[in-house]
């Protein structure tokens, strides 16, 4: 497949550089974040691989945001190290990381509800043609491709011309997606992708997760639920507080351990025994603390699954 453009799955960025499936497109090395006295993120270690969904969970508060704008290019972090492709590297604006191949995703998808689906798939990146300075949107063009775009990623919509803020939830963000990908997206952010969904349309997300995976992707999906995480989830990484409380694999932690970590188990059983006093509480179901214990990944651990 050849270049147009020098854009998206079609462009530079994807086809023009092979990524070493050994190699972490991202890297945090005990990175952190302060504002003034506040120490939000701190001696966070974080390794996205290409072809491998990273999931980073955690309450509200955990960082998870911090992280993001990090990574983005919205915020610098303040300690560690943050790199891209091996290269320490200090974003002054989300442009200089989508020009590295990093594209976020928000839960407000940056979308025009009453523009039809192709304009929004191309919103601030029109496809142009003519003689400057008459030069006028090539309407046709942007069309088809994003047709082929969305069929390349499994997305089929009857009419482009519908507004997309006529389609579901899941597909608004499944849109978005293919339109990172399309963009030259190596390394996609997704920020609570599933949260405002059902159960049908949360599914129909996860499934363009795993499918811009398979396109050589490195996919970080931020998210509350560890059921979501555990279904697409190559490698899964909980905040607590500002630091990571879980860096593990999915060989090495079970849904139940994630989502006793996730839920704050650690404090729960430390707490079993004043628990237990209270009437009316049932600690037979808590975990024991040392059963809470799963493997924290060194930096120097990271491993990319197939």
């Known amino acids: ?15 023009d550089k092979v990524p070493d499936k050994d190699a972490p497109l991202v890297e945090l090395r005990n990175a952190g974040k302060s ?32 992280l993001i704008k990090i990574i983005s290019g919205l915020h610098q972090h303040t300690e560690g190290e943050f790199l891209v492709d091996g290269e320490p590297v200090r974003f002054s604006t989300p442009r200089e990381a989508l ?12 979308v025009v509800p009453l523009m039809p689906v192709w304009r ?52 608004r963000q499944c849109v978005a997606i293919a339109r990172a990908v399309y963009f030259g997206a190596r390394v996609l952010i997704l920020d609570e992708p599933t949260a405002a969904l059902g159960v049908k349309q ?4 996860l499934k363009y997760i795993a499918a811009a995976r398979e396109r050589g992707l490195g996919v970080i999906f931020i998210t509350h639920n560890p059921h979501h995480a555990y279904m697409v989830g190559d490698h899964f990484s909980v905040l607590r507080l500002g630091t990571m409380e879980l860096n593990a694999s999915r060989d090495d932690v079970s849904l ?9 188990g650690t404090e729960l059983a430390a707490l079993k025994h004043e628990l237990a006093q209270v009437r009316g ?9 040392e059963d809470l214990t799963a493997p924290v990944a060194t930096p120097s651990e990271g491993k990319t699954l197939k």
């Not at 029109?126 to 069309?143: A, F, N, S, V, Y």
């Not at 088809?144 to 997309?164: H, S, W, Y």
């Not at 509480?281 to 603390?289: A, H, K, R």
């Open 35 to 66: 504002y003034g006295n506040i120490r939000a993120l701190y001696e966070v270690d974080l390794k996205v691989f290409p072809r491998q969904v990273t999931c980073v969970l955690g309450d509200n508060g955990a960082g998870k945001s911090t």
């Open 202 to 205: 949360s599914g129909v997300v």
């Open 99 to 110: 020009d590295r191949g990093i594209a976020t995703v928000y839960q407000d998808l940056a």
């Open 1 to 15: 497949m050849t270049s147009t453009n020098g854009t998206g799955t079609h462009g530079a960025v994807l086809m």
């Open 281 to 289: 509480v049932d600690v037979e179901e808590l975990p024991e603390e």
């Open 120 to 171: 929004n798939f191309f919103l601030g990146s029109e496809m142009t043609k003519g003689p400057w300075p008459i030069r006028r949107l090539d309407i046709e063009r942007m069309k088809k491709t994003a047709d082929e775009e969305l069929r390349n990623m499994g997305i089929v919509l009857d009419d482009l011309e519908q507004p997309i803020g006529t389609l579901s939830g899941g597909q």
């Open 256 to 264: 139940e351990e994630l989502t006793n970590h996730m839920a704050g």
